[in-house]
């Protein structure tokens, strides 16, 4: 049966090539066109899929209220970050990451780089980015160190040991020495960074102000909460911690929300993003 099929397909195609060869190509076209929506929908539902307990993991976000609705912003201050460790026993772990575009120098390689942040010691206890060289415990404790991607180390130190190098940044005006090297941050996550700078460095990078002013809302913060559960009681407490410890703003006129990191790639439209 499945013989006389294929002679019958054949002697369609060769009496009628013209129509056989469109039909044959509206079809490969088609399903080629069908496995591209599928790979392009499986890696947009990955982002962020590959942090350990990434069901406990969160941005803090914030809303301002605007001519009459509530206008979101996925960032924060420095000192809010602070207090929300110090007041929710529901956080874990508590991180706070500020994004910056330096000019690094080794050697005389002077190049403008982009993709830096300054973050908490508490990184690698929030995201899973593994270390090829470095301890996670100890790499972004203390200030002037940093951790620097693989492309990073390849472009400024090749074959070297990075470990220990120092690099010079904005002609000088502070250094960083590589304590860690980790791998290239996946094109499945929401944020990439090639330099992650400790964050007790930040004093010597940053006003004061910054570490104070509540309104300075300049820091993206990720917690992870201890529990499944964590999060619901933590919201349902936003309002008389903004009321008590975020003066003088009010619940009025702002609010704090968490997002759940995957869904940030795909259900986030907040400003600065």
Not at 27 to 46: A, M, N, P, V
């Amino acid at each position: 049966m499945f013989k006389n099929y294929v002679k019958v397909a054949f002697r369609i195609f060769r009496k009628e090539k013209s129509f056989s060869l469109i039909n044959v190509s509206g079809l490969t076209l088609g399903f080629t066109c069908f496995l591209l929506i599928i790979l392009f929908i499986k890696d947009e539902l990955s982002y962020d899929d590959f942090h350990e307990e990434e069901e406990l993991i969160y941005r803090v976000a914030s809303a301002y209220m605007r001519a009459g609705k509530w206008e979101p912003y996925s960032s924060n201050s420095w000192r809010t970050g602070e207090l929300l460790k110090e007041r929710f026993a529901e956080v874990e772990y508590l991180v706070r990451i500020r994004d910056r575009e330096e000019i690094v120098e080794y050697q005389g390689k002077r190049i403008m780089e982009t993709r830096l942040a300054t973050v908490d010691s508490t990184f690698f206890k929030v995201f899973s980015f593994p270390l090829v060289q470095g301890n996670r415990g100890e790499a972004l404790t203390g200030s002037n160190k940093v951790v620097i991607s693989e492309s990073i180390a390849n472009k400024y130190f090749g074959q070297e040991d990075p470990l220990g190098k120092v690099f010079k940044v904005n002609d000088g005006e502070y250094q960083l020495m590589v304590s860690g090297v980790m791998q290239d941050m996946p094109s499945n996550s929401h944020f990439h960074f090639d330099f992650l700078i400790s964050g007790q460095t930040a004093s010597q990078i940053a006003p004061p102000e910054m570490f104070t002013n509540i309104g300075w809302d300049s820091q993206y913060l990720y917690i992870k909460v201890r529990d499944s559960d964590s999060h619901l009681s933590m919201e349902s407490k936003f309002s008389d911690f903004i009321s008590e410890h975020l003066k003088p703003l009010t619940t009025n006129e702002f609010k704090l929300f968490l997002q759940p990191l995957r869904d940030i790639h795909l259900r986030s439209n907040n400003g600065l993003e």
